[in-house]
Structure formats: C-alpha cells, structure tokens
C-alpha cells in the first residue's frame, strides 16, 4: 500500500472495503501527518483529534458489519471555517466569530455523516480574498513552496490536501475560492452548478454566487465527494429539486467530437505567458484524445470582474450586518449606547478587507446610487449569463486559465487589493452565471508552481466536465 | 380651530397573520409565551442559516387582498430592508418592496354614507422582536415575535376624518377576522397602525406636507393622535409656519405628538432583492382557487340584511363588524318573525354586555329568536325583554318559560290598568294640574308611575292611551 497521506479518498476507500486499512489507522496518519507539517503549512485553525478518531471507530464499526453510512464513511477530511458545524467552533477566520460554536450543522456535514473530521480549516475572513492571507488568525502556506500563498479564499482547504494533511476538503466558492486555492496548490477543485449542494450552514459571504464544494487529490475524488454532498435541501430556497446521477458515471469515457471553446478574452492582456502556455497546451493535449477545440469570444468577460464585486459586496454588506456584538461573538468593551456597540465591535471585529467590503457594497446599495452600480451590475450579470449561453449552446465546455499567475509570494499583494481583485477575473464569471466549473493541474511554470486549466460547463453538466478533466488530468500526468 | 381645513390621511396596517408557523421556520406563533421559548437559528439570524417561505403566508396575503378587491400580481419577489436594532437579529427585515403581493384594491366604509377608500398595496413581511427596557437601565430581548408574519396594507389619502379612520379600520379589521387571515386582537399587538396626515384648505388640489405616527395600537390612541395632530398642524400653518415631513411618537399618557426623526435623518434602507429566497410566482388557477376559500364578506352580508329584514344600513355594518355576532344574527334570525327586532335587542343590549374584544354572544339562537318573538308579539314589553335578555346572558334557556316562571307577560287588559292609572293621577293632583296648565311632561311622570305600579309589565301604549284619556276628563 502506497503512503496513507498521499492516497486519493477513492483509494483508501478501496482499501478499507478490502480490510486492507481500518478507518482509524487512516486518521491516525493523518494527524500524525498534520502534527508533522502543520508548523510549516498552517491549514487548520481547528484540529479534532478526538472527534474524528471516535467518528473513524465508529465507521470501523459499521463497516465490520456491513453498515457503511456513505461512500465517504471513516475517510479522513477535513471543512473550511465556514461551514457550520455542531459543537465544533466556527469562526470563518474572522475575530468576530473567535468563540462561535454553532448549535447546528450545515446540511453537507450530515451529509459527510460517517466522516472523519479532521478539523476546521482556515481561509479569508469570511471568504473575503484571494490568497488566505486575510485571516485573522493565521498565514497558510503553499505546500509547494513554503514562501508563497496558497490561494484563496479556501486556502487552508488546498494546502491541506496537497500537504497530506487531509484526504479532502470542502470550501466555499463565491468568485473562484475553490478553483484558484486548488491551482495554487495543484489538487483539484470543483465548483459545482448555483443550487446543487445546499447553503445551509455555510456563512453566507453573497447569498446568490456562494456555492459549497470539493477540493481533492482528482477528479474522481472530486465525483466521490459530489455525490455525497449534491441533493436538493428543503431548507435552502435556492438549492435545485432535481435528482442526480452519479457525477463520476462519465469517467473514463472518450471525449471524441466533444466541443471546447477558447474564448479569446480569457487568454489577452494579463495573463503571464507561462500560465498561458500550460493552458494552451492542455487544450491541445485535449484536442489529441479527439477534442475539436473551437476559438470563440466572450465580449462581456471585461465587465464581470466590476459586476461580481459590486453585487458580492453589496449581499455582503447585508450578509454580515448580524455581526453585530448584540446576540454573539465579538463585542467590544467599553460602549456608552448601543451604537458605540455596534460601532466598536464591528470596527474590531472586522478585518480591514471585510471592512472595505462592507463598505463597498453599503455604498452601492444607497439611495442615490442604487441605479449607477448595483443595478447595473446585474444588467451585466445577464450578460455574461447571455455570452455563457450562447457559447455553451455550441460547445460541451469552455477551456479556460483559472488564475492569471501561478502562486504569488506571501506579502506580495496583499496591500494592492485592486492587483489581489484582478486575479479573480477568470474564475468570477462562473460564479456570475452559476455554472459548474472545476480547475485542475495542467502543468508547472518556470518555477516549478503548479498552473491550473478551468473547464466550464453548462448547468448541471458535472458529470460531462469532470469527463473531460480526467482525460487531462491523465494526459498531464504523462 | 379654523373650520376651513380638512385632513388628509393614509394608513399603513400592519396584521400579524394567523399561521401556525414563523414566516421562514416552523417556529410557533402563540401569543404570550415566555421570552426567547418560541425561536430558533432562522428566526434569529444564526449564521450560515438561511429563511424558507411559509407558503400559507402567501395564501393568507392573497385571502386579505381577494377580500379587499386587489390585484394579485402573478410575479413578486422578496426584499431585505436593511438597518440596525438589537430587535431584528439579521439587520434586515424581509419584507417587500417594488413589487408587492397585491395592489390597486378598495374597501367600502359606511360614515355618513358610502365611501370607497383605495388600498394601495398589502406586502407580506416579517416582524421583529421585542425589547424589554429594564427599570435598572438595562435591556432585555425576546425574540419570540421574531419571524411572525405580517401583512402591511398601505392605504390611498382617501381618508378625511378620524371617524372615517375608525370606519376603514374596523372595516379592514372585520374582513380580516372574517377571512381568518388575522385574529384583529388590537391589545396583542395583531393590528398596528401607522398614519400618514396632512391639512389643506378645504378645496385645495394639493396635499399639504405629511407627518407619520407610527405604532398606533387601540382605536381609542388612534383617534386622540389624529384629533392633536390635526389641530397641531393647522395651527402652525396658521402662524405662518410649515409642516416637517418627519414620523412622529404619539405619547400615550400626554395625548400629544412628538418629533422622532425628520425626513433628512431617515434611514436609507438600501432594499435589493434578498438573494435567499426566489421569487414568488402564482398561476390563475392557484389565484382562483384562493378565492374559493374566502366566505361571505361583511359587505355583501350588510346588504342582505338591509335587503331581507329591512336594517337600517348604520345597523347592519354594526352587526356584520365581527364575524360571530353576525353569524349568531344570521342563526337566530331564521328563527324569529321579526329580524329587526332582534338586530335592536343585539345591537342594544348585546353590544352593551359584551366586553372589549369579546364576540361570543352565550345565548342559543333559538332562544334570541323566540325571545325577539314575544316582544314583536306584544306578550312582554321592551323593559321585560331587555331583563329577559341579561338574565339568559347569565344562564340560557327558554325565555318564554323565563317570563312564565316571573309572572312576567305584558298587561294589556284595561279593566287591570285603568284602576292603577286612576289611583295614580288621584295621588298626583298637582302633577295633574301643571299638566292641564300646559306642561305636557308632566303627563310621562304620571305614565312611569302607573308602569311602576303595574310591576313594569304594563303595555306602555294602552298605559298612555288611559292616562290621556284621564288628563282630558
């Protein structure tokens, strides 16, 4: 058996079904593994040893009589800070949430009920950022190399992954935080259609383009973890009543005569020539299994990076108005009335970004200029909806970069937010339009740092997506 | 105060609805439970928690808009209204903005004569918790009334007087009852009301500036605010001073309005759609079948009433103003030869013995009826049928054994009467005089007298009939 830390969750799967590895020698390795390299990576803001060694005994248990709660039952994983879970601390890396335990889980975790959690893992303050440094508690740090970030906002979920530090994840996605973390790091991350999986539970950063997914070691991990989570949830408005499939049933299949489109705005201005060589060359790697790849252009792609931060920051304003210090979390000291309350306690609270949105999206919202910004936005919303459509309409998928560089160094950006918001303009036009999308590694720049490819597809076509990521993912390994 | 002004005023109501369950939880509604028992995550905003509409909320808002002649739109969309108090623990509060469930109805009010006042809009929305403002200083929330549903109906400025005022509340109030969308329990807190008023010189084409008192919960607040109000704006225009459009606290106690907040301090809301819920979208058919639950209105019962038993239009809007007097009418009315004899004894001597916010009136139908008989027949006279009356309020059964029991049928026969009436005006011989010297009262004293004396079962037409045919010997 290869090393516990370095095999898929389908793997260890395998092997537990084979009585070749019991659930609790699985999570024993890990948090040795997490003991190891935590120093170094920093993932984890909350570890649980002991939950997730009872949960590894208990999956033990059932699988010894032929009980296995789920696909997932007994594997090791581990939750991005924002996904509520009960009895165990939940602070979406913000000071304002330091000692929130919620009462109550997110509907995905009694979904991944039989897992064994690991622990909780860090991000940007409420999934505000690109590149994890934005959480107050702690830096993560690229597994690949140590002095750069890895990604954002569900860092801490790539990094954990990718140091062998969890057998998966989950993260949150709003504007790329799955996608770009997974590229940084080199593992795979999926991003599923608007209203597959559930949001209840997850702390909303803006209600309309969050969506909870996977980060993995592949793409078959990717479909494993899918099927545990997707299903329609009566307590999410927004989640789609529909039945699915095996999301993995695809793999394997040839990708002949199936269409990929290279919108050429995704590959002008910005875009570091490495990335775009790698990307280029998973599209011809593609085309070599059969693909046709047709060049096509999407005109609205220059709007949707203004678009998606007016209209995130404008749900987040309101989104994060419950922090309030009044009912929990953090509150100041020190008040006269309940408006120096509010006012200290967010003011202490929040971290600087969060703060600037806050007040972006405030601003947007007012009187006076509703029309001129959030309106607006959603006028383009529509728009690149409408250039989704149309390409989709000819094409299987869209080919895409995930992100304009490879991993930046830690400290690089994070003062120049407009830089830091600009590296967010391949992965926000999915959010934009609710599609799935999923980013895997396709290569290394000059430096050795992984380079993610995108792939998009229309709504509900996970299966067909992650089809066509496994015949890259094989040819890129080769 | 100068007669050549006239108010202007809307009102904005806001019902609590009578669903089991929260608007976005399955967290009850009952009224009077101790603090912070009846509320969960979603009702108080827990992160990561997300609100589900109560489809029943939709259905009752589409009752009280059917009911009110209103338009129901087939696409409306949920809005958050965003702002902060310790009472509302997102920071907004759901609620609809630029496309509301219902609009462009109208309700019909009867003060001094038929008038139709427009509703603008009702929207459904959700209302906010309860602040308990300790004696030490401190203050407590309770978060029960969190998430229960509420209706707001924006009225047209169709309104001209305080007592139109009462007339389209107790109008909206009784339909709401009626259609089971709200219990209208005012001292609960189910039926609140903010007004919108403003003067103008009587003729006028234009409104003058508003001023809004919010929070108006008993008829009784609702028409001393209007009645300071108007007087208060009148006088300032008066001295050459202009109205501030600004929300005004009415003070219970001192029975004046006072500043809150002006215009310019007004809170910018900054409604946008809220991202949690989807919009609300309704086929005809969903429409029509709402419809098919709505029961017999206060209107068209009224004009029943005026049409089969004759009722005075002022009487019957009294009657139907609450759903269980009026069906109580309906049964006993059946019974009975004489409908309008029964609305009085209802209208006089139940109205009279029910108390505030009480409908239920404990006499059997049967025995209204046949009570309403005896005196259209003559057999007891209106004093004996209002005693009859509170004595089967207290305990019910069948008045004519009642009246049989006391001895208490009316005297008609004049060979028992005349004496009494004799021996009575032989008693009063100065009565009797001032009589005959022209004060033709005196002649009532001498008929209350031989009443008195016939134990107040006389018949008190053949009693005057006697006493004037006595005074003119």
């Known amino acids: ?478 | 105060m100068k007669p050549n002004y006239e108010m202007v005023i809307g009102l904005e109501v806001h019902a609590e609805l009578k669903t089991e369950t929260k608007i976005f939880c399955s967290c009850s509604t009952a009224f009077g439970a101790a603090p912070n028992t009846q509320c969960c995550p979603v009702c108080m905003g827990m992160p990561g928690t997300l609100p589900v509409l109560n489809e029943k909320v939709v259905e009752y808002a589409v009752k009280a808009g059917l009911a009110t002649h209103c338009r129901i739109a087939p696409f409306s969309k949920e809005d958050r209204k965003n702002y902060f108090y310790p009472d509302l623990p997102k920071a907004y509060q759901i609620s609809q903005y630029d496309l509301p469930l219902c609009s462009q109805g109208y309700l019909e009010i009867e003060c001094g004569g038929k008038k139709r006042i427009g509703i603008t809009r009702i929207h459904i929305e959700e209302d906010a918790g309860k602040l308990v403002h300790q004696p030490d200083g401190g203050t407590l929330c309770d978060y029960n009334r969190c998430g229960v549903p509420l209706i707001e109906i924006v009225s047209e400025p169709d309104l001209r007087s305080a007592d139109e005022v009462d007339a389209y509340l107790k109008k909206l109030r009784s339909i709401l009852v009626y259609t089971g969308v709200s219990d209208g329990k005012m001292q609960e807190g189910s039926l609140r009301c903010d007004v919108n008023l403003s003067v103008r010189k009587k003729g006028a084409a234009e409104f003058g500036t508003r001023t809004e008192m919010k929070n108006l919960n008993s008829f009784q607040f609702i028409g001393k605010a209007i009645a300071y109000e108007f007087r208060r704006q009148v006088e300032a225009l008066e001295a050459g001073e202009s109205i501030v459009q600004e929300t005004r606290r009415f003070d219970e106690k001192t029975g004046k309005t006072y500043s809150m907040r002006s215009k310019e301090d007004a809170d910018d809301y900054r409604y946008f759609p809220d991202p949690d819920l989807v919009p609300i979208e309704l086929s005809e058919e969903y429409v029509e079948q709402v419809k098919k639950t709505i029961p017999r209105l206060p209107d068209e019962r009224k004009a029943a009433y005026m049409e089969q038993y004759g009722l005075k239009a002022a009487d019957a809007e009294n009657l139907v103003s609450e759903r269980e007097i009026a069906d109580a009418f309906e049964a006993a009315a059946k019974q009975t030869k004489d409908a309008r004899t029964l609305a009085h004894l209802i209208l006089s001597e139940g109205f009279r013995l029910l108390g505030a916010g009480e409908t239920q009136i404990p006499i059997a139908p049967e025995h209204l009826a046949k009570l309403a008989d005896l005196l259209a027949e003559g057999r007891i006279n209106n004093a004996t049928g209002k005693k009859l009356f509170a004595q089967l309020w207290e305990r019910d059964g069948d008045p004519a054994a009642l009246a049989e029991e006391q001895n208490l049928w009316q005297i008609s026969d004049e060979s028992v009467l005349r004496p009494l009436a004799e021996s009575v005006l032989a008693r009063n011989p100065k009565t009797v005089e001032s009589y005959r010297s022209g004060k033709v009262q005196a002649m009532q004293a001498l008929i209350g007298q031989t009443m008195g004396a016939a134990g107040g079962q006389g018949n008190p037409a053949v009693i005057r009939r006697i006493v004037e045919e006595l005074l003119k010997q």
């Open chain 1, 1 to 478: 058996m290869k090393e516990i830390c370095k095999m898929t969750a389908t793997a260890l799967k395998a092997a537990m079904e084979a009585g070749e590895l019991s659930s609790r020698e699985a999570t024993e390795a890990y948090l040795t593994a997490i003991e190891e390299r935590e120093k170094d990576i920093r993932a984890y803001l909350t570890i649980t040893p002991k939950t997730a060694l009872a949960q590894a005994d208990a999956a033990d248990k059932r699988r010894g009589r032929g009980e296995a709660l789920s696909p997932l039952d007994g594997i090791p994983g581990a939750i991005k800070d924002n996904i509520c879970t009960k009895n165990v601390r939940t602070t979406c890396a913000s000071r304002m949430l330091e000692n929130f335990v919620p009462p109550y889980d997110a509907t995905v975790m009694g979904k991944l009920s039989g897992i064994a959690m690991l622990g909780k893992l860090n991000m940007d303050e409420f999934a505000m950022g690109s590149s994890t440094e934005n959480s107050f508690y702690q830096i993560t740090h690229n597994p690949r190399d140590l002095s750069r970030v890895p990604g954002g906002s569900s860092g801490g979920s790539a990094a954990a992954v990718a140091a062998g530090e969890a057998a998966f994840a989950l993260g949150s996605d709003t504007g790329g935080s799955i996608r770009q973390p997974a590229a940084f790091c080199g593992v795979v991350g999926l991003k599923p259609t608007y209203g597959v999986v559930s949001r209840f539970g997850l702390i909303a950063f803006a209600s309309s383009l969050d969506q909870i997914g996977t980060l993995t070691r592949d793409v078959r991990d990717g479909a494993l973890l899918l099927n545990a989570i997707a299903g329609h949830d009566p307590k999410d408005a927004t989640s789609v009543k529909r039945e699915y499939s095996d999301f993995g049933a695809q793999i394997g299949r040839e990708i002949r005569g199936m269409r990929v489109a290279l919108p050429k705005e995704y590959f002008g201005e910005g875009l570091h020539p490495e990335v775009k060589e790698a990307v280029l060359a998973a599209a011809k790697k593609l085309e070599g299994q059969g693909a046709e790849i047709v060049e096509t252009s999407m005109p609205s792609l220059e709007h949707a990076l203004a678009a998606y931060y007016v209209i995130s920051c404008a749900e987040a304003s309101s989104n994060l108005a419950r922090f309030d210090g009044v009912k929990y979390g953090f509150r100041a000291e020190g008040y006269e009335n309940i408006n120096e309350l509010y006012d200290k306690s967010r003011s202490e609270g929040f971290g600087r970004e969060v703060k600037r949105r806050i007040l972006l999206g405030s601003f947007v919202l007012s009187a006076g200029y509703y029309d001129a910004y959030y309106k607006k936005a959603m006028q383009v919303r529509t728009l690149v909806k409408r250039d989704f459509d149309r390409i989709l309409s000819e094409n299987d998928l869209i080919l895409s970069p995930v992100a304009p560089t490879a991993a930046y160094k830690i400290g690089e950006k994070i003062d120049d937010p407009l830089t830091m918001y600009m590296g967010d303009a391949y992965t926000v036009p999915v959010n934009i339009a609710g599609l799935p999308a999923v980013s895997l590694p396709c290569g290394t720049d000059g430096a050795g740092l992984p380079v993610g490819a995108q792939l998009i597809g229309k709504p509900f076509s996970e299966a067909e997506i992650l089809r066509a990521a496994y015949v890259l993912e094989k040819e890129a390994a080769i």
